[in-house]
């Protein structure tokens, strides 16, 4: 790992649902960073002024405060801006525990004081990355089918919101009002309660290729696909067929680029949004692709 110096200005850009979630772990994170070193805060208000506030800032290392989504953004962002490969980001995760599953595994401290001295003593890790074909950006992993998980809600059983539902509390109201109607039984032919079957999507039928080998067909359904960066400059491809009679074994390979095919089919990337339909998508691996400031 490279040393990160302590005299580096920093930028430290707060997520608002951060301040929101857990003003007082804000607090303490900065007042520990604006002790160590010199440092820019900001504070903005949602998505627009976050980017605004990461392409203006100069030579300053970039310090965000907040939970998994904000992470995932300013990567993003950066690549975006394609200036990810050379800065160091720095992480103090903040938020509810649901939202900080992928900063843990990473290695960045969950408590404030722990991460913002990460932030100040520790080193530069260089960290893969895996990128599609539309430019989307993963850093953790890749699901199919996009299953709703843990990330989508938060401490208190409540969908997890994004930037914009927090800063807005009517909208929260519509998107709890939408949930509560959707869970509701709806009635049938003569009046007969039908009630959503559970577990989301049923088995798929893709094309999954690994460097440019064949590991599942059209002809094998599949309950579920996982792409996992980060195994010595390749990403983990897991694939758990759907057993017919006797039991089908997982299958799993490494490789350098991945493309799924076949059928409309939905993905989620990290802990955001679900993506697509899409017909056909390819992930490749760039090694060390972005630099991480993580506990020397």
Do not use: N
Not at 19 to 45: F, W, Y
Not at 52 to 57: G, H
Not at 122 to 136: F, H, K, P, Q
Not at 172 to 186: E, G, H, K, N, Y
């Amino acid at each position: 790992m490279t040393e990160v110096a302590t005299s580096d200005q920093l930028l430290v850009v707060i997520d608002p649902v951060a301040r929101q979630t857990d003003g007082e772990s804000v607090r303490i994170a900065k007042d520990v960073l604006s002790a160590g070193a010199r440092t820019k805060v900001c504070l903005p208000e949602g998505p627009e002024e976050f980017a605004r506030a990461l392409a203006r800032r100069g030579s300053r290392r970039p310090v965000v405060i907040g939970d998994d989504r904000a992470l995932l953004r300013t990567v993003a962002l950066l690549h975006r801006q394609r200036e990810l490969a050379g800065c160091a980001l720095s992480v103090v995760p903040v938020g509810a525990i649901g939202v900080l599953t992928l900063a843990r595994s990473l290695g960045i401290p969950t408590g404030a004081v722990a991460a913002a001295r990460a932030v100040l003593e520790g080193a530069e890790r260089r960290l893969d990355l895996l990128v599609d074909d539309s430019d989307g950006v993963v850093v953790g992993a890749v699901r199919i089918p996009a299953l709703r998980g843990s990330s989508d809600v938060d401490d208190s059983g409540e969908a997890a919101l994004d930037p914009e539902a927090a800063a807005h509390p009517w909208l929260r109201t519509c998107q709890s009002l939408v949930r509560t109607l959707a869970a509701r039984p709806v009635r049938g032919a003569r009046g007969a309660r039908v009630t959503p079957l559970p577990g989301g999507p049923g088995p798929s039928r893709l094309r999954v290729e690994v460097d440019g080998v064949t590991l599942v067909d059209l002809d094998q359904p599949v309950e579920a696909v996982t792409l996992t960066p980060g195994v010595s400059g390749g990403v983990r491809v897991d694939v758990r067929p759907v057993s017919v009679g006797a039991e089908a074994s997982p299958l799993g390979v490494v490789g350098r680029r991945v493309t799924v095919s076949g059928a409309d089919f939905r993905y989620r990337a990290d802990a955001g949004l679900v993506s697509g339909p899409v017909r056909r998508r390819t992930w490749v691996v760039r090694e060390g692709a972005w630099g991480l400031t993580l506990p020397g």
